[in-house]
């Protein structure tokens, strides 16, 4: 008895889905959730900073402004000293995310120099590069940060950036590596080296653009590191305390009390911004993964075929696996629609 | 054995290389430990008694920086790191001492707590993929992505200031004196328990993705595939043909995530006054203490590079291998 699965794919359809909408309609939901929160706050620390409704640094003297709950006035409440929480918090958006890309940027750039470096080069280059980056990799960072920043008179967001790029690159470098070990003896590459492409050309137009994706995610990587890094040294007092990122806001909450208090206006929200960024890298991260590897995909991505939850990346169904396992009502009910006409329940077995 | 030599002689040289930065960062950095000392004590301590504070805090640049470093490794390796400028007249390594056993056991016991129960949830959740499992994963995945210490600033706001069910942060209930008595080690469990579950909570999704991740993958190989049609029970499959393989590059993550597992950890104490490591870093940061910043650093590092070693020793026991490499030599 042959009979063909439930399932027809219309030609049309397929075509239309290349366009651009249907690109974003195919990538995997967490990676859509993440760049719709990414999108929110990147927005926030653009626009944020233009509509702040009160100057961040403001002491309004009226003691009834002092850790006020949130009104309509101060849509965040007030801190200790009368200071507007919301200003604050979008100026914070700004910097920390600022802070972050920008070690984003400098140290996936360095990440890609010394991987690809290691494996191109080779031989001693290649040991005594990955030697260094194992090396960084295995001493934790935080403390050494913590020693780097303490020792610099000025802990501004330069400071911090330089000292957080130059400890940020190890693991990307890592990766890259590997990868640029997997490619480089592909024929392509051995081609390119035959026509006489130069060495530089060979590793700027040939092997970097076959990991971008893996540059992707060792940027986003990179960016989550740096927000929960930089969140933290402020958060302990290693930043400029006169400027508002979202881990000085924490810095000044703890210091003032404000949990014991009871002030959770001043603390939570610059906590959940961070969390939320965060989630959303991690979100976009592995939505990247799941786009590379679709055996990640969770159930999201599996689509119903005869009752049963199918994979993409299942074989292909055989009719007497799909046939679904109905008991009591569900299959009384069943039994008078058309599909049951395909069952093949006469045969004996009880499913 | 090789196996094991060579890492060993990898970490040795993570070490160096730790103690050696731990050296030149004050001398290359423009900050100064023993003008910070000075300027706490105006007018009591004269100028004079710059080149003895220097002497006493190891930062003098007495002799050629060869001989500096020489007598640095010495000193390091007497456990002798320099004296505390925030709390004066206190050894560093005291200081340390007092504080690392408080810790070693909350950190310590949590993060492994979390990497034992984190990978278990893995390896479910890897098996039966797509499951209920799967679907919580992008909430544990928010968890994770909070900073450890305003979750447990949370915590602290929910289950201590609300409902008074857990103490407000310190170690140890005030008035007991610390010692080998019940009441003690009972009060200290109990105020460890929030900062414990801190950890718990905040880092098991990692170890959980992690692991699915990999046992996915695992069980799309042919030899697990085998092993289904054989007709072995699931349990057997699972165990010792997926998740025994899985876990070899889990454990090596584990290795790798830990300083910054770790680090998280620290920062959380401050928020619990739980008077281990973090707290003390703190103290340290916050009044320019830098012999004792950098005995942080150091006992850090070291502890991170033991735990490594330990995890090679038991990949060593659980991937084959590791072993047979040696044979073949």
Redesign the interface.
């Known amino acids: 008895m042959t009979v063909t699965l439930p399932i027809s794919v219309d030609p049309a359809s397929l075509a239309t889905e290349d366009a651009v909408p249907g690109r974003w309609r195919r990538m995997p939901t ?1 990676a859509k ?1 993440g760049a719709v929160v990414l999108g929110f706050f990147v927005l926030a620390a653009i626009i944020g900073p233009l509509v702040t409704p009160y100057d961040p640094s403001y002491q309004n003297p009226s003691p009834a402004l002092s850790m006020a709950a949130p009104s309509a006035a101060h849509l965040l409440g007030t801190t200790e000293t009368g200071q507007d929480v919301l200003s604050q918090l979008l100026i914070g958006i700004r910097l920390t995310l600022e802070l972050a890309v920008i070690v984003g940027v400098v140290a996936t750039a360095l990440s890609v120099i010394v991987g690809v470096a290691a494996a191109f080069l080779g031989g001693i280059w290649d040991e005594l590069l990955s ?1 260094v980056s ?2 960084f ?8 940060l ?3 920043l ?4 000025q802990k501004g967001q330069l400071a911090t950036i330089a000292v957080l790029s130059g400890l940020g690159w190890p ?1 990307g470098a890592r990766v890259i590596r590997a990868q640029t070990l997997a490619i480089r003896n592909r024929d392509f590459i051995s081609a390119a080296r035959e026509t006489g492409e130069k060495t530089w050309r060979i590793l700027a137009f040939e092997i970097v653009p076959n990991e971008v994706s893996l540059i992707a995610a060792s940027f986003v990587n990179t960016v ?1 590191y740096a927000i ?1 890094a930089s ?2 040294l402020a ?4 930043a400029d305390l006169n400027s508002w990122s979202l881990g000085t806001i ?1 810095y000044w909450a ?1 210091g003032q009390q404000a ?2 208090l ?1 002030a ?1 206006w001043w ?2 929200p610059p ?1 959940l911004a ?10 976009l991260n ?1 939505g990247i ?1 799941e786009l590379g ?1 679709p ?2 995909r ?2 999201s991505s ?1 689509s119903r075929i005869a009752g049963r ?1 199918l ?1 993409p ?1 299942d074989p292909t169904p055989v009719l007497q696996e799909v046939q679904q396992r109905r008991t009591g009502l569900a299959g009384f009910l069943h039994s008078f629609s058309r599909s049951s006409l395909l069952d093949q329940s006469q045969a004996g077995d009880t499913l | 054995m090789v196996f094991i030599l060579r890492r060993l002689v ?2 040795l ?2 070490a160096w ?2 103690l050696t ?2 050296f030149f ?2 001398r290359l ?3 100064n430990a023993v003008e910070a000392v000075m300027s706490k004590f105006p007018g009591i301590l004269q100028p004079s008694a710059y080149r003895a504070l220097e002497a006493l805090l190891g930062v003098g640049h007495a002799g050629s920086l060869w001989h500096q470093y020489w007598a640095y490794l010495v000193d390091v390796s007497h456990f002798n790191l320099g004296v505390s400028s925030s709390q004066y007249p206190a050894q560093v390594s005291t200081l340390l001492g007092e504080a690392i056993p408080w810790t070693l056991t909350l950190v310590g016991t949590a993060t492994i707590i979390a990497f034992v129960v984190g990978t278990a949830l893995g390896i479910m959740a890897g098996w039966r ?3 209920t499992l ?2 919580v ?2 909430g544990l ?2 968890l ?4 450890y ?2 979750f447990a ?2 915590l ?2 929910v289950f201590a ?1 609300k409902f008074h069910v857990f103490p ?1 942060g310190q170690g140890y209930a005030g008035g007991l004196v610390p010692g080998w008595h019940w009441d003690f080690i009972g009060s200290a469990i109990y105020h460890s328990l929030l900062p414990a579950l801190t950890i718990v909570l905040t880092s098991i999704a990692g170890w959980m ?1 992690q692991m699915r ?1 990999v046992m ?2 695992t069980i ?1 190989e042919d030899y697990v595939v085998a092993a289904q049609a054989k007709g072995l029970p699931n349990r057997r499959v699972i165990f010792t043909y997926a998740a025994r393989n899985a876990l070899l590059p889990q454990l090596q993550g584990f ?2 995530a ?3 597992v ?3 950890a ?2 959380m104490e ?2 619990f006054s739980y008077p281990g490591i973090g707290l003390l ?2 103290g340290a ?2 009044s ?1 203490d ?1 012999p004792l ?2 005995g ?2 150091l006992v ?2 070291f502890t ?2 033991l735990a ?1 070693l330990i995890i090679d020793l038991v990949i060593v026991f659980a991937d084959p291998r590791a072993r047979a490499r040696e044979v073949a030599r």
């Open positions: 967490k959730v030697l194992n090396v990799l295995v001493i934790p960072s935080l403390p050494l913590i020693i780097l303490g020792y610099l008179p693991w989550l929960g969140v933290a958060f302990i007092g290693l924490l703890e949990l014991q009871g959770w603390f939570v906590g961070v969390a939320l960024m965060g989630a959303g890298l991690v979100l592995t993964d590897n055996r990640l969770d159930a599996a939850w994979r990346t | 990898f970490y040289v993570a290389v730790a930065l731990n960062i004050p950095m423009p900050g993929y797509g499951g799967d679907r994963l992008p995945m928010f994770q992505a909070i900073p210490f305003f600033l949370i602290l706001e200031l407000v993705l991740n996915i993958t799309g290795g790798l830990l300083g910054f770790v680090s998280g620290l920062i401050i928020v870093l703190l940061v916050s320019d830098f910043m950098q942080i650093f850090i590092t991170v590079l490594n």
